[in-house]
């Protein structure tokens, strides 16, 4: 009978999931592709090049949908796997199914996998119960549920971020070779969906194979397969740029967060209205985008050393704002209740499990070392609230941690 109601409650919390995800779907779900995202994919199909400009003259290139006889320049400045994630679901659906409406279904799907992992991993730490309660607020997470309706990477990057952990975690307590590749395949992944992911993957090998000791040969074969992963976006990058990096957006993600509007979450409208005029003078050939690219991180620089107490203050802005919330944030949406309430609970607790995780040597303390490394990179640039749900399941598992303390010590208080 107790078999019998566990796996009815299984069922129930599956069908309100998938309940909960149609209903944001039925309401805030994106109806066209006309982002960068819709543009890659376009181009890619029209030209055979995934590149987001379009030549208009010999020093003009524009962010559009190309016609079939314009001249597509090659793009360095995304990371590839989700424009082929979606490239590749609408050349499998053959326009039989209507694409953005197969985005979000497979999206879905990849929420509910998440779900299933993130278990799987709370397990190897915590009771039944516990676990349960957890994966019960990561499913309903309310800015989790809004993300599987919108055409954006975040749910295929926690997805992969969870198998990480997961076989990270495998590899630790067996160190077995299948786990090792299957690691190294998604640390591969997650790079090409997120460029600075290479920064936490070092990190976490600095980690776990020198700090704990690991086999040297699993460290540098690890590094050998995820480079196998990434290796023909970089022969694809070296043949058109003449230049082995993976993209190249350092100088246009600095220069939209430190400028002269001072904005957390960063100025589109600066990065569009203050150099549409400029005549910059950089050909529109293959090396358009890292021409560019440098010219706004010369810019960038110039800001900071113009006024770097201003811009000193302006980081620290963004590190309380990827902590805890945006007190000045323009996104629509973003101080419903909620969204907000629920945000700014987890942010404190977190935030204080994250400080106790770091005073113990494991897996925790890493987790603690990832959630701070996100923060003090991502705040060089700028903060955007997608970038805190990427840490939903990581800000999870370290408020369980404090709440373990918090026990604790009430019981050696009543004892």
Not at 45 to 72: C, Q, R, Y
Not at 244 to 268: A, M, Q, R
Not at 328 to 347: A, D, E, Q, V
Request: with cysteine; hydrophobic share 50%.
């Amino acid at each position: 009978m107790k078999r019998l109601n566990l796996n009815i409650s299984i069922i129930a919390f599956i069908f309100l999931s998938i309940i909960a995800r149609i209903i944001a779907a039925y309401f805030f779900a994106d109806t066209r592709l006309d982002n960068e995202w819709g543009k890659l994919v376009h181009n890619l199909e029209f030209s055979g090049i995934l590149g987001i400009n379009v030549v208009i003259d010999d020093f003009t290139a524009l962010h559009k949908f190309a016609n079939p006889d314009d001249t597509v320049l090659p793009s360095i400045f995304m990371p590839p796997l989700y424009a082929y994630f979606i490239y590749w679901t609408k050349l499998l659906s053959a326009h039989s199914f209507d694409l953005i409406k197969t985005i979000i279904f497979l999206q879905t799907v990849l929420s509910l996998v998440s779900i299933y992992i993130f278990f799987k991993i709370m397990r190897k730490f915590e009771s039944f119960n516990i676990s349960f309660l957890l994966i019960l607020i990561f499913s309903f997470f309310p800015m989790y549920i809004y993300s599987s309706s919108q055409v954006s990477s975040a749910v295929l990057q926690i997805c992969l971020l969870l198998f990480y952990f997961y076989f990270l975690v495998e590899l630790i307590k067996k160190e077995n070779f299948s786990d090792l590749i299957y690691f190294s395949i998604f640390s591969g992944l997650l790079i090409l969906i997120r460029g600075e992911f290479i920064f936490f993957y070092f990190i976490t090998l600095i980690y776990f194979f020198f700090y704990y000791n690991r086999n040297f040969r699993y460290l540098l074969l690890s590094i050998l397969i995820s480079l196998m992963i990434i290796s023909p976006y970089l022969k694809r990058n070296y043949s058109y740029f003449n230049t082995i990096v993976l993209t190249k957006s350092f100088g246009y993600n600095i220069l939209k967060g430190n400028n002269p509007d001072l904005k957390v979450e960063g100025s589109i409208p600066y990065m569009k209205d203050y150099f549409v005029n400029k005549n910059l003078k950089i050909r529109t050939n293959n090396n358009y985008e890292v021409e560019l690219d440098n010219y706004y991180k010369n810019q960038a620089f110039k800001n900071i050393q113009e006024n770097p107490q201003t811009y000193f203050i302006l980081y620290f802005k963004k590190v309380f704002s990827f902590l805890f919330f945006d007190f000045n944030s323009t996104y629509p949406g973003y101080y419903n209740l909620l969204h907000i309430f629920p945000k700014i609970i987890l942010s404190i607790l977190s935030f204080c499990g994250a400080l106790m995780a770091l005073r113990k040597k494991g897996f925790f303390q890493f987790l603690s070392i990832y959630y701070f490394s996100n923060i003090f990179l991502f705040s060089i640039f700028f903060i955007l609230p997608r970038y805190s749900l990427i840490l939903l399941p990581v800000q999870l598992l370290l408020s369980i941690q404090l709440g373990k303390i918090i026990f604790k010590k009430i019981a050696q208080l009543v004892h």
